[in-house]
T-cell receptor, first 110, second 116 residues
Framework: SQQGEEDPQALSIQEGENATMNCSYK?????LQWYRQNSGRGLVHLIL?????REKHSGRLRVTLDTSKKSSSLLITASRAADTASYFC??????????FGQGTELSVKP | GAVVSQHPSRVICKSGTSVKIECRSL??????MFWYRQFPKKSLMLMAT?????????EQGVEKDKFLINHASLTLSTLTVTSAHPEDSSFYIC????????????FGPGTRLTVT
């Protein structure tokens, strides 16, 4: 399959806890992006990390990229109930194609 | 920010009919648009890449005659599901891209197609 793997497939935590999601991919990439999707809705772009970057922050989000292991992680700190959504990583291939991972369904309980 | 719209947001049609879904970039010109399909609780699968004024490039396993894509202008791409069947029921999402070093994509809100 061209798609990457994400784990865990589902994650349930309490408000205030941190949530970590992992993504692995198979081929070389231009960059890796993380998206959020609320149930039945479109995608919201969260963060892009280029292949020559190792870590990037945006608010409560922290993304790491290890190109030697072909893996990335998304950390959401101090989670809120409103963070409940599905999170997808996507790798950009030549021509701008995005190949999405399987996604992690995050549930944050108040 | 860049906004992409899709129309309709939901459509129900009978088996055998064709359905057209529009994807528009509202405040920018999109050199490339992408069409994705998403099954419930699954990831997005890229169906095709469409460049304005040229034929779409389909991913392996996607039937070109079944899913007709037309990118008539820099702000509009359409996906027509021809002779729809219940197995075509899905969530279809488009994205539009502006060439700016990296192909940052802006996603539409999706169209829920139900074929009865």
């Amino acid at each position: 399959s061209q798609q990457g793997e994400e784990d865990p497939q589902a994650l349930s935590i309490q408000e205030g806890e941190n949530a970590t999601m992992n993504c692995s991919y198979k081929t070389s990439i231009n960059n890796l992006q993380w998206y959020r999707q609320n149930s039945g809705r479109g995608l919201v772009h969260l963060i892009l990390i280029r292949s020559n970057e190792r870590e990037k922050h945006s608010g409560r989000l922290r993304v790491t990229l290890d190109t030697s292991k072909k893996s990335s992680s998304l950390l959401i700190t101090a989670s809120r109930a409103a963070d409940t959504a599905s999170y997808f990583c996507a790798t950009e291939r030549p021509g701008g194609k995005l190949i999405f991972g399987q996604g992690t369904e995050l549930s944050v309980k108040p | 920010g860049a906004v992409v719209s899709q129309h309709p947001s939901r459509v129900i049609c009978k088996s055998g009919t064709s359905v057209k879904i529009e994807c528009r970039s509202l405040d920018f010109q999109a050199t490339t648009m992408f069409w994705y399909r998403q099954f419930p609780k699954k990831s997005l699968m890229l169906m095709a890449t469409s460049n304005e004024g040229s034929k779409a490039t389909y991913e392996q396993g996607v039937e070109k005659d079944k899913f007709l894509i037309n990118h008539a202008s820099l702000t509009l791409s359409t996906l027509t599901v021809t002779s729809a069947h219940p197995e075509d029921s899905s969530f279809y999402i488009c994205s539009a891209s502006v060439m700016s070093g990296s192909y940052e994509q802006y996603f539409g809100p999706g169209t829920r197609l139900t074929v009865t």
